[in-house]
């Protein structure tokens, strides 16, 4: 757990931030799943790896998931030798009774990055590379904050749906030249056809101003899904709403931001600190200065 927490500090001032409102329990298992969605993200970004190593990094990786899930225990995996992260994220699953073909989708998801093509439309988008990679992610945390008394497991996990969709259009808008120098466009190709593109255009650089308007695209196709997912929070449990509705108001607020730059190629748009803070729910302020001296 505490060396879950330190990955998350070092990937995520966002989403550290608005976990601190959690219950302790609740935050300790996010903070766990975090690294276990993190380390894969991480083979395909940041490793210095050949395609075809880091597809046979995601396989082991794979593999090591599917033995700690058939081993009875936090003790057996980790006497097997198995990896930290893995040994700690399949006791949430376990616990939680997550559905353990949600994580397998979420690695299909990483291995469409190491090799990726455009997506023919936003169908295509979420259904071949979004729900792995954004909503199953959403529903691993639904899991872990619980329903409200009455409410159905199935209400909340179309809100974590609507939400996971929003979270990853804003995070493909503000990363639009970011992905390009990777190769990655998620910008659809119908989308890119109505600002007279193609995707191998988009992709050379040539037409920055046409990548734009289809990143400015996906974030306005978030926004709904923001309001969307502010309208269900009570499906979830009264104690981890603040949580949710501050991860909303940040992400949103990012992603209005984006809406409202003329530029979105030449510079990564970022929240200050301080923009965060003002987004977080007030009566627990205090959460934060003990969060970053590592009381919380």
Not at 100 to 115: G, N, W
Request: glycine share 4%; net charge positive; aromatic share 12%.
């Amino acid at each position: 757990m505490r060396a879950a927490r330190t990955v998350l500090r070092a990937y995520s001032s966002s989403f550290f931030l608005v976990t601190r409102f959690l219950p302790a329990p609740q935050r300790a298992e996010v903070e766990v799943t975090y690294a276990a969605v993190r380390y894969p993200d991480e083979i395909v970004d940041t490793f210095p790896l050949t395609a075809a190593q880091k597809l046979a990094r995601l396989d082991e990786w794979e593999r090591q998931y599917r033995e700690a899930l058939r081993l009875p225990g936090l003790g057996a995996r980790l006497q097997a030798g198995l990896p930290w992260i893995l040994c700690g994220f399949t006791t949430v699953v376990v616990r939680r009774k997550i559905p353990p073909e949600h994580y397998l989708a979420f690695l299909d998801a990483m291995r469409r990055d190491v090799q990726p093509s455009p997506f023919s439309n936003f169908a295509s988008l979420v259904d071949d590379y979004v729900y792995g990679s954004a909503v199953v992610v959403g529903y691993f945390l639904t899991h872990i904050y619980g329903t409200a008394d009455g409410c159905p497991l199935e209400d909340a996990l179309l809100c974590a749906r609507e939400l996971g969709i929003a979270l990853q259009l804003t995070n493909f808008a503000r990363d639009v030249e970011e992905d390009r120098r990777r190769g990655r466009l998620y910008v659809p190709r119908d989308v890119l056809a109505r600002f007279g593109v193609r995707p191998e255009e988009a992709l050379n650089g040539r037409r920055p101003q046409a990548l734009e308007r289809g990143a400015r695209w996906l974030a306005e196709q978030a926004e709904s899904r923001y309001e969307f997912a502010r309208r269900s929070l009570p499906v979830f449990a009264a104690e981890c709403r603040a949580a949710i509705r501050a991860c909303i108001d940040v992400y949103q607020s990012l992603n209005r931001r984006l809406l409202e730059n003329p530029d979105l190629v030449s510079r990564r748009l970022r929240l200050s600190p301080f923009q965060k803070f003002r987004l977080l729910p007030s009566d627990k302020y205090w959460r934060v200065p003990l969060a970053y001296a590592r009381l919380l």
